[in-house]
C-alpha cells in the first residue's frame, strides 16, 4: 500500500512522527502534512489516555482541521512491545515532534539522546509551555497563561479596560509556527552534517516574539506599551471608525494618505490645517480628529467608504465576522478555505496553508483518519505478521 500524504511533493520524501496533541504541536506538523511529509500519528489506544474525549471529541471542528492528511496508528508506549514498534519508526523516520511536558518524554524514553542513539539523522522537535529548563520547565501550559505572561494582555483591549485576551490562540499557533520552521531550517542543516539535532520553542517565548514591535519598544526605548485600544499606539488616523451601518478599519498613517482621507470626506480644513501636516501633530489631537472624522463617516455605509477611500489610495477595510471572511471575493480567490469529504460529517472546509510555492504547494486531500485506522497498515511495512498484530490488539499494546 503507498503511505498515505497530500500529495504536494514539496517534503514527500521526509517522514514526520507525530506524538502531539491540543493546538500547537499539531499546528506545526499540519504544515508538514500538507506540503506532503508522510506523517504517522501516534496516539493511545481507546481507554487508556485520561484526556481522551476532553477537547469534545474526534470529529469536532477542531480536530477536521487540525489533523488532516496524517495517517494514524495507537501505541500504548508505556509497553515494551510498544515502545519497540516505535524504535522502529524512528530509525526509519526523519523528525519526531511532541509537546508533553519537559520531563514527560524522558520517562517514556522520547528524549533526544535516546532517539539519536536509534537514529543520529533523528529531528526531535520539542514543544512546550516555558522551555525545557529553567525554574518553569515542569509548568503546565496553556495559550492564554502564555499570552499574559508574554505581554500580549497588557496591551490589548480600550485603555483602562483592564487585561484582555485575544480571541484566537496565538501563543499556541505561533510556537507551532515557530517550531515548523526550525524542523525546516534543522532539515537543511542536516544535508551538509548528516546529523539530526534538537528543535525547542515554548509558548512563552512564542508570544513574547509576537509581540514584536511592542517588546522592541521596551527593550531598545525603555518605554512600557499601555492598552490603545482600536487605534493604533503611534500613529493617527489609523484604527477603527464608524460609519451607519457599523465599524471598520482605516490605515492613514501617511500625510499624503490623511490628505487624500479629508478630500473624500471633503474635509479640506482638516486637510489643510498646518498641524496636522505630521503624524506627531495629529497624534496630539487624534481624539478631536477621530471625532470630526466619524461625523464624516456616520452619512454613509461601511461599503461606501470602503470603496471610495481604496480608489484614493487610502488603505481601508470592513471588520468581518467569520461569515463574512469566507464570502469576501478576495478570500474565496486565495483559496483559503479547501473542500474535504468526511466519511460521516460529509462535505466540510478546512483552512488551506497561508503561504504558496509556484512549483509544489500545499495540498489537503484526506481527512483526520479514524483512531488506529493505520494500525495494520504501518505494522506491515515494518514486517509485522497478521498473527503479530492481533496479538498487540489482544494485550493493548496498540
Given at each position: 500500500?503507498?503511505?498515505?500524504?497530500?500529495?504536494?511533493?514539496?517534503?514527500?520524501?521526509?517522514?514526520?512522527?507525530?506524538?502531539?496533541?491540543?493546538?500547537?504541536?499539531?499546528?506545526?506538523?499540519?504544515?508538514?502534512?500538507?506540503?506532503?511529509?508522510?506523517?504517522?500519528?501516534?496516539?493511545?489506544?481507546?481507554?487508556?489516555?485520561?484526556?481522551?474525549?476532553?477537547?469534545?471529541?474526534?470529529?469536532?471542528?477542531?480536530?477536521?482541521?487540525?489533523?488532516?492528511?496524517?495517517?494514524?496508528?495507537?501505541?500504548?508506549?508505556?509497553?515494551?512491545?510498544?515502545?519497540?514498534?516505535?524504535?522502529?519508526?524512528?530509525?526509519?523516520?526523519?523528525?519526531?515532534?511532541?509537546?508533553?511536558?519537559?520531563?514527560?518524554?524522558?520517562?517514556?524514553?522520547?528524549?533526544?539522546?535516546?532517539?539519536?542513539?536509534?537514529?543520529?539523522?533523528?529531528?526531535?522537535?520539542?514543544?512546550?509551555?516555558?522551555?525545557?529548563?529553567?525554574?518553569?520547565?515542569?509548568?503546565?501550559?496553556?495559550?492564554?497563561?502564555?499570552?499574559?505572561?508574554?505581554?500580549?494582555?497588557?496591551?490589548?483591549?480600550?485603555?483602562?479596560?483592564?487585561?484582555?485576551?485575544?480571541?484566537?490562540?496565538?501563543?499556541?499557533?505561533?510556537?507551532?509556527?515557530?517550531?515548523?520552521?526550525?524542523?525546516?531550517?534543522?532539515?537543511?542543516?542536516?544535508?551538509?552534517?548528516?546529523?539530526?539535532?534538537?528543535?525547542?520553542?515554548?509558548?512563552?517565548?512564542?508570544?513574547?516574539?509576537?509581540?514584536?514591535?511592542?517588546?522592541?519598544?521596551?527593550?531598545?526605548?525603555?518605554?512600557?506599551?499601555?492598552?490603545?485600544?482600536?487605534?493604533?499606539?503611534?500613529?493617527?488616523?489609523?484604527?477603527?471608525?464608524?460609519?451607519?451601518?457599523?465599524?471598520?478599519?482605516?490605515?492613514?498613517?501617511?500625510?499624503?494618505?490623511?490628505?487624500?482621507?479629508?478630500?473624500?470626506?471633503?474635509?479640506?480644513?482638516?486637510?489643510?490645517?498646518?498641524?496636522?501636516?505630521?503624524?506627531?501633530?495629529?497624534?496630539?489631537?487624534?481624539?478631536?480628529?477621530?471625532?470630526?472624522?466619524?461625523?464624516?463617516?456616520?452619512?454613509?455605509?461601511?461599503?461606501?467608504?470602503?470603496?471610495?477611500?481604496?480608489?484614493?489610495?487610502?488603505?481601508?477595510?470592513?471588520?468581518?465576522?467569520?461569515?463574512?471572511?469566507?464570502?469576501?471575493?478576495?478570500?474565496?480567490?486565495?483559496?483559503?478555505?479547501?473542500?474535504?469529504?468526511?466519511?460521516?460529517?460529509?462535505?466540510?472546509?478546512?483552512?488551506?496553508?497561508?503561504?504558496k510555492l509556484s512549483r509544489t504547494p500545499s495540498a489537503v486531500t484526506f481527512t483526520q483518519r479514524d483512531?488506529?485506522?493505520?494500525?495494520?497498515?504501518?505494522?506491515?511495512?515494518?514486517?509485522?505478521?497478521?498473527?503479530?498484530?492481533?496479538?498487540?490488539?489482544?494485550?493493548?499494546?496498540?
Open positions: 500500500m503507498k503511505p498515505l500524504n497530500s500529495g504536494s511533493e514539496a517534503l514527500k520524501r521526509f517522514k514526520v512522527l507525530d506524538l502531539t496533541r491540543i493546538r500547537s504541536g499539531p499546528t506545526c506538523v499540519r504544515t508538514l502534512a500538507d506540503f506532503g511529509a508522510e506523517v504517522i500519528r501516534i496516539e493511545s489506544p481507546p481507554g487508556l489516555d485520561p484526556n481522551e474525549g476532553s477537547l469534545g471529541g474526534r470529529e469536532t471542528y477542531d480536530m477536521l482541521n487540525l489533523h488532516r492528511n496524517k495517517r494514524s496508528i495507537t501505541l500504548n508506549l508505556k509497553e515494551p512491545e510498544a515502545q519497540a514498534i516505535f524504535n522502529q519508526l524512528v530509525a526509519q523516520a526523519d523528525v519526531v515532534v511532541e509537546n508533553y511536558r519537559p520531563d514527560v518524554k524522558f520517562r517514556l524514553g522520547l528524549d533526544y539522546d535516546t532517539l539519536a542513539a536509534i537514529n543520529p539523522r533523528i529531528i526531535l522537535a520539542s514543544i512546550s509551555g516555558f522551555g525545557e529548563d529553567g525554574p518553569y520547565r515542569k509548568r503546565p501550559g496553556f495559550d492564554q497563561i502564555a499570552q499574559g505572561m508574554g505581554g500580549m494582555m497588557s496591551v490589548t483591549g480600550m485603555p483602562g479596560q483592564g487585561p484582555v485576551r485575544a480571541g484566537i490562540a496565538v501563543a499556541d499557533s505561533g510556537a507551532g509556527v515557530f517550531a515548523a520552521t526550525g524542523i525546516l531550517i534543522a532539515l537543511l542543516e542536516r544535508e551538509s552534517s548528516g546529523r539530526g539535532q534538537w528543535v525547542q520553542a515554548n509558548l512563552l517565548h512564542a508570544m513574547i516574539s509576537l509581540c514584536d514591535f511592542q517588546a522592541a519598544r521596551y527593550l531598545i526605548d525603555g518605554e512600557i506599551p499601555e492598552q490603545a485600544g482600536n487605534d493604533h499606539p503611534f500613529a493617527t488616523p489609523m484604527g477603527t471608525f464608524k460609519a451607519s451601518d457599523g465599524y471598520f478599519n482605516i490605515g492613514a498613517s501617511g500625510t499624503n494618505q490623511y490628505r487624500a482621507l479629508c478630500e473624500v470626506l471633503g474635509r479640506l480644513d482638516l486637510r489643510d490645517e498646518p498641524r496636522y501636516q505630521k503624524n506627531p501633530e495629529r497624534l496630539k489631537d487624534r481624539d478631536f480628529l477621530n471625532a470630526e472624522l466619524n461625523k464624516g463617516f456616520a452619512t454613509q455605509t461601511t461599503a461606501h467608504w470602503v470603496q471610495a477611500l481604496n480608489d484614493a489610495g487610502v488603505p481601508c477595510g470592513p471588520i468581518y465576522n467569520m461569515q463574512q471572511v469566507f464570502d469576501d471575493p478576495q478570500v474565496q480567490h486565495l483559496n483559503a478555505a479547501v473542500p474535504l469529504k468526511h466519511p460521516r460529517r460529509g462535505d466540510i472546509r478546512v483552512l488551506s496553508q497561508p503561504f483512531l488506529g485506522e493505520d494500525n495494520d497498515a504501518v505494522l506491515n511495512e515494518l514486517g509485522y505478521t497478521p498473527d503479530a498484530i492481533a496479538q498487540f490488539k489482544l494485550k493493548k499494546v496498540i
